[in-house]
């Protein structure tokens, strides 16, 4: 009996990622509660297959603060996704790449608010920089994509 368990529970192991393998890690968003930008994102992630959780708080600079965003990188909302951090209108495209790719950076930035990116209009030709988020402290923020490149 305790064998045939065994056997049983080893199956169900070797099967347990094969199942998860297709879903998308939980985003966790941080966000002013009247920032309809935000809820366009967090929405567009969603319907793409992001399981999504948002809390407001009308003052966010702490949650930037304990993300380890720079001033100079901010943008409207952060969230985070599976041991990184996203500041702002990151693109589909580029949470893709970084889930896949998986660099050794704490997260990426879009600063500021640019018009076209997701959110702001979602404009597939709207050309803007996707920064990574060193996880060192005192490293330079390099593009990791280029939204609207072709």
């Known amino acids: 009996m305790k064998k045939k368990f065994s056997l049983a529970l080893l199956a169900m192991l070797a099967a347990a990622p094969l199942a998860w393998?297709?879903?998308k890690p939980e985003v966790v968003v941080y966000k002013n509660p009247w920032c309809g930008c935000c809820e366009e994102w967090a929405e567009a992630l969603?319907?793409?297959?992001?399981?999504v959780v948002t809390h407001d708080q009308e003052d966010l600079s702490h949650t930037k603060r304990a993300a380890g965003v720079p001033n100079d990188m901010e943008s409207c909302h952060t969230a985070k996704v599976d041991g990184?951090?996203?500041?702002?209108?990151?693109?589909?495209?580029?949470?893709?790449?970084?889930?896949?790719?998986?660099p050794a950076v704490a997260g990426l930035a879009v600063p500021g608010m640019p018009q076209g990116s997701l959110g702001m209009g979602d404009d597939p030709n709207a050309?803007?920089?996707?920064?990574?988020l060193p996880e060192l402290a005192?490293?330079?923020?390099?593009?990791?994509?280029q939204a609207g490149a072709r």
């Open 21 to 23: 393998a297709g879903e």
């Open 46 to 51: 969603r319907k793409n297959g992001y399981p």
């Open 84 to 102: 990184y951090v996203l500041e702002g209108h990151v693109p589909l495209e580029a949470i893709s790449k970084l889930l896949s790719e998986r």
């Open 127 to 132: 050309r803007y920089d996707v920064m990574t």
């Open 138 to 145: 005192g490293a330079r923020p390099q593009v990791f994509y």
